[in-house]
C-alpha cells in the first residue's frame, strides 16, 4: 500500500552524495533479495506521459562490493509508515526502504563509535573478546548453539568501517 510523495519537490534534490541503505520491503523470505549500501548521486524529477503527477526518481550507486552498477529508482512514501520507499525502474518487484544513517566516515557519531571502540580493546579484560571465537581450535563444538550471534571487537571495527 503506497501513498503519493508531497508534490513541493524532489525529497533527496540535496541528498547527492548522501550515503544509504537500501533494504528490502515485504520481500520473501529466501528470495535472494539483500541489503544495498551505496550512495545517492543524483536525482530527476519525471513527468510520464500518461499521468499528471511528478515521479520523483534518485540515482543510486551501489558499493563497489555489491557488483551492482549504477541505477535510477523511483520514489514513493509508504502509507503505514510514512518513510521514503524506492523502486528500481524497470523492476517492479521489490521495493526498497531507504534508510540514512549518520555514521559515514567523519562524522560525529563514526568518531564516536570508533573511540569507543578503541576504549574497549585497551581494557585490560577485553583479550578474550578481541578476535572471533574458533570453536573448532578451542575444541568446544556447542559454541555456536549457545552463542547464537557472536560478536567480537575487530568484527564490530570491520562492520563499521564498512558502514554495517
Same mark, same amino acid.
Given at each position: 500500500?503506497?501513498?503519493?510523495? $508531497?508534490? @513541493? #519537490?524532489?525529497?533527496?534534490?540535496?541528498?547527492? &552524495?548522501?550515503? %544509504?541503505?537500501?533494504?528490502p =520491503?515485504? $520481500?520473501p @523470505? #529466501?528470495?535472494?533479495?539483500?541489503?544495498?549500501? &551505496?550512495?545517492? %548521486?543524483?536525482?530527476?524529477? =519525471?513527468?510520464?506521459?500518461d499521468?499528471?503527477?511528478?515521479?520523483?526518481?534518485?540515482l543510486?550507486?551501489?558499493?563497489?562490493s555489491?557488483?551492482?552498477?549504477?541505477?535510477?529508482?523511483?520514489?514513493?512514501?509508504?502509507?503505514?509508515?510514512?518513510?521514503y520507499?524506492c523502486?528500481?525502474?524497470?523492476?517492479?518487484?521489490?521495493?526498497?526502504s531507504?534508510?540514512?544513517?549518520?555514521?559515514?566516515?567523519?562524522?560525529?557519531?563514526?568518531?564516536?563509535?570508533?573511540?569507543?571502540?578503541a576504549?574497549?580493546?585497551?581494557?585490560?579484560?577485553?583479550?578474550?573478546?578481541?578476535?572471533?571465537?574458533?570453536?573448532?581450535?578451542?575444541?568446544?563444538?556447542?559454541?555456536?548453539?549457545?552463542?547464537?550471534?557472536?560478536?567480537?571487537?575487530?568484527?564490530?571495527?570491520?562492520?563499521?568501517?564498512?558502514?554495517?
Amino acid at each position: 500500500q503506497r501513498a503519493n510523495i $508531497a508534490s @513541493d #519537490g524532489n525529497p533527496f534534490s540535496g541528498a547527492s &552524495g548522501d550515503k %544509504v541503505t537500501l533494504i528490502p =520491503v515485504d $520481500a520473501p @523470505d #529466501g528470495d535472494g533479495v539483500t541489503e544495498i549500501h &551505496g550512495r545517492i %548521486v543524483g536525482y530527476d524529477n =519525471v513527468m510520464p506521459e500518461d499521468d499528471d503527477e511528478v515521479e520523483y526518481q534518485i540515482l543510486f550507486l551501489p558499493e563497489a562490493s555489491s557488483g551492482k552498477g549504477a541505477f535510477w529508482a523511483s520514489l514513493d512514501v509508504r502509507a503505514d509508515t510514512s518513510s521514503y520507499v524506492c523502486q528500481p525502474v524497470g523492476d517492479s518487484t521489490v521495493w526498497y526502504s531507504i534508510e540514512q544513517f549518520d555514521y559515514q566516515h567523519g562524522s560525529d557519531a563514526h568518531q564516536q563509535c570508533e573511540a569507543v571502540l578503541a576504549w574497549l580493546g585497551r581494557q585490560g579484560k577485553a583479550a578474550p573478546f578481541a578476535e572471533p571465537v574458533d570453536p573448532v581450535a578451542l575444541n568446544i563444538p556447542t559454541y555456536p548453539d549457545v552463542v547464537k550471534n557472536p560478536m567480537d571487537i575487530s568484527t564490530m571495527a570491520k562492520k563499521l568501517e564498512n558502514g554495517q
